[in-house]
């Protein structure tokens, strides 16, 4: 008679405890966890008006693009669109008028043409390098904000991103503790292959008749 062999899907005696322990483990702190999950999905949910209304008219990302817009358009190359430079020039034309005034009254000169020449010409000198060195400012200001251009409008697609994944993750989230308790549970209660095989009685025999011989030969033959 020939060896038998019996193929089960059980898992073994010894594990069915540990899994029954495990399963049942699982299964408690789901159904303790499912208080906390709800109350996290309601708050989401509750906030989706609001992280949409932040998220698509975002007023600080809607400002600086307005800015950096400004500074493309060239709208602070000249004083008459900069109110900032319009100020620094008077000021800075009233101290010359000063200063020149000043000068050129030490020496009797008041009044007269080369007070109006010289003062003219100092004003002249002072306003053209204001604007040349505002001109070269707000060029290079123009320059960093093309390369700005391309960083707000990724902002803006990273915010509409976040969004989408805090709706999705709202959305999945009472299911997406289900499936947990569902993928470990198949960890612990997946297929077990266990194989037993039965000896037949005419295979015992011959298996202790060859162990017979094989001590008989061992020893050798005795009288």
Do not use: C, H, W
């Not at 159904?31 to 906030?47: E, F, H, K, P, R």
């Not at 000043?102 to 043409?113: E, F, H, K, V, W």
Request: glycine share 8%; aromatic share 6%; proline share 2%.
């Amino acid at each position: 008679m020939s060896k038998k062999s019996k193929a089960t899907t059980a898992p073994s005696r010894f594990a069915q405890p540990y899994i029954t322990t495990g399963a049942n483990a699982l299964q408690q702190a789901y159904d303790s966890n499912q208080g906390n999950v709800s109350n996290i999905n309601n708050v989401l949910q509750s906030n989706i008006d609001n992280v949409a209304d932040k998220t698509l008219d975002n007023d600080d990302l809607n400002k600086a693009s307005q800015y950096n817009q400004s500074v493309l358009s060239g709208n602070y190359l000249n004083p008459s669109s900069n109110s900032a430079l319009s100020n620094v020039i008077n000021m800075t034309n009233q101290d010359v008028t000063n200063s020149v005034n000043g000068a050129i009254g030490t020496r009797g000169l008041t009044g007269g043409s080369a007070q109006t020449q010289l003062l003219a010409k100092t004003l002249g000198q002072t306003d053209s390098n204001l604007l040349y060195n505002n001109y070269n400012n707000e060029r290079g200001y123009q320059q960093q904000a093309a390369e700005n251009a391309s960083n707000i409008a990724e902002a803006g697609n990273n915010g509409v991103n976040t969004l989408d994944n805090y709706l999705e993750n709202t959305a999945a989230l009472p299911q997406s503790s289900a499936s947990s308790l569902a993928s470990n549970m198949a960890s612990l209660l997946g297929n077990y292959n266990t194989t037993t095989q039965n000896q037949g009685l005419g295979s015992m025999l011959a298996s202790l008749a060859g162990a017979g011989l094989s001590g008989f030969a061992s020893n050798g033959f005795k009288i």
